[in-house]
């Protein structure tokens, strides 16, 4: 049962700018840590960043200074926003929510996942 949809991925060039955006389809998730992840082809899934309901983030390495993370006026929404886009970038994008009061980087301590938005970045 999908809890969480993303919404906001497409093709674009590097150097460009995306906005992603992940909202609950059922529940409320106001009171939850939401982090984004991504997966490449072939590739592990990777944290990307996360946001506690207090507005602590955190952020890969890769992450830092290019994208940001927030939540909406209810909390209940959550976004990325990717600048200066690379091909390295491309991969599917998760949405995901956590119980935990800490802005976690691990994938197991999230319980809820959407089901992923393609960003393709070409050169």
């Known amino acids: 049962q999908v809890q969480l949809v993303e919404s906001g991925g497409g093709l674009v060039q590097a150097g460009d700018s995306l906005r992603l955006s992940c909202a609950p389809s059922?529940?409320?998730?106001?009171?939850?840590?939401m982090g984004w992840f991504r997966q490449a082809p072939g590739a592990e899934r990777e944290f990307v960043a996360s946001v506690t309901s207090g507005g602590r983030t955190n952020y890969a390495d890769f992450a830092k200074g290019r994208f940001t993370i927030s939540r909406g006026n209810a909390k209940n929404t959550v976004y990325l926003q990717m600048n200066s886009l690379k091909p390295e970038d491309t991969a599917v994008y998760f949405c995901?929510?956590?119980?935990?009061?800490?802005?976690?980087?691990?994938?197991?301590?999230?319980?809820?996942w959407g089901q992923g938005t393609q960003v393709a970045v070409s050169s």
């Open positions: 995901a929510a956590t119980r935990s009061a800490y802005a976690s980087m691990r994938a197991g301590e999230y319980t809820s």
């Open positions: 059922e529940r409320t998730f106001s009171s939850y840590t």
